[in-house]
Nanobody, 127 residues
């Protein structure tokens, strides 16, 4: 079972960068696809990116962030990172990391594909 905590949010000016971390205290981290979602103020939660479990390698991005955000993982540290570059005010949101069940198949991008969630971290981009 995954137990997730997000780190690294904050306030940044447009055009700036942040790196978010998702730390898992569970024992099977490498077997979980990990995704990032975000919820802008007054809007619904939306998919940002995922990185698939080790052995089923691959990443997937929402069109709105492709080329600006990069997701990566460090399995020995039980961490997944989301590098946010060229930030825009519309990137302002609470960012959540989430994990699938062990060795999930397919290309998960719906919230219901991820049963394990962190509490979220705020990212605010000023213009």
């Amino acid at each position: 079972q995954a137990q997730l905590v997000e780190l690294g949010g904050g306030l940044v000016q447009a055009g700036g960068s942040l790196r978010l971390s998702c730390v898992d205290s569970g024992r099977t981290f490498s077997e979980h696809t990990v995704g990032w979602f975000r919820q802008p103020p007054g809007k619904e939660r939306e998919f940002v990116a995922h990185i698939r479990w080790t052995g089923n390698d691959g990443t997937y991005y929402h069109d709105s962030v492709r080329g600006r955000f990069t997701i990566s993982r460090d399995d020995p540290k039980n961490e997944v990172y989301l590098q946010l570059n060229d930030l825009k005010p519309e990137d302002t949101a609470i960012y959540y990391c989430a994990a699938t069940v062990r060795k999930a198949r397919g290309v998960p991008s719906r919230a219901q594909d991820f049963p394990y969630w962190g509490q979220g971290t705020q990212v605010t981009v000023s213009s």
